[in-house]
């Protein structure tokens, strides 16, 4: 059974920073992608970043490029997102997502919040 646990949310300030984590387990393979979605109130839930199993592919939505980095360890099966120069913009409930290459098929986590204060 996968599961992915994530953690780090919290509140900040703007112009702070968090580091979301989110371990995947369950997974026969490296074979799957790894990212974030989130979800603001009255919003629909929005990609904000995801990873290939070989790190070759990364997406970014424009309006946190230049301020958050993905990365994952596959040795840990966790995916890491450093968020920096946070705005009230930003705050929404973070999924972690796991999507199974060759399936296509979507795991979520539970989120988390993460809130920003001006």
């Known amino acids: 059974q996968v599961q992915l646990v994530e953690s780090g949310g919290g509140l900040v300030q703007v112009g702070g920073s968090l580091r979301l984590s989110c371990t995947a387990s369950?997974?026969?393979?490296?074979?799957?992608?790894l990212g974030w979605f989130r979800q603001a109130p009255g919003k629909e839930r929005e990609a904000v970043s995801c990873i290939g199993h070989r790190d070759d592919i990364v997406y970014y939505a424009d309006s946190v490029k230049g301020r958050f980095t993905i990365s994952r360890d596959n040795a840990k099966n966790t995916v890491y997102l450093q968020m920096n120069s946070l705005k009230p913009e930003d705050t929404a409930v973070y999924y972690c997502n796991a999507n199974e290459e060759g399936t296509g098929y979507d795991y979520w986590g539970q989120g988390t919040q993460v809130t920003v204060s001006s």
């Open positions: 369950g997974f026969t393979s490296d074979d799957y992608a």
